[in-house]
């Protein structure tokens, strides 16, 4: 895959995760504490950092 259309994805996954929570109004804090995760790792997910786990997923 080529670096361009991975950073491309990476960013739609990001603004995807932001619209999602600020649309039903959780701050970053607040979506961890219910994903189990750290704020900085919400962060991150924004930021097109990194993704969650899928094995650390409560659902």
């Not at 990476?10 to 701050?27: E, K, P, S, V, W």
């Amino acid at each position: 895959m080529k670096r361009y259309s991975y950073r491309k994805r990476d960013y739609a996954f990001a603004q995807m995760m932001l619209t999602l929570r600020t649309n039903i109004g959780l701050t970053q804090v607040a979506l961890a504490d219910r994903l189990g995760a750290s704020r900085r790792a919400v962060a991150e997910w924004e930021a097109g950092l990194s993704y969650p786990k899928a094995t650390n997923s409560p659902l």
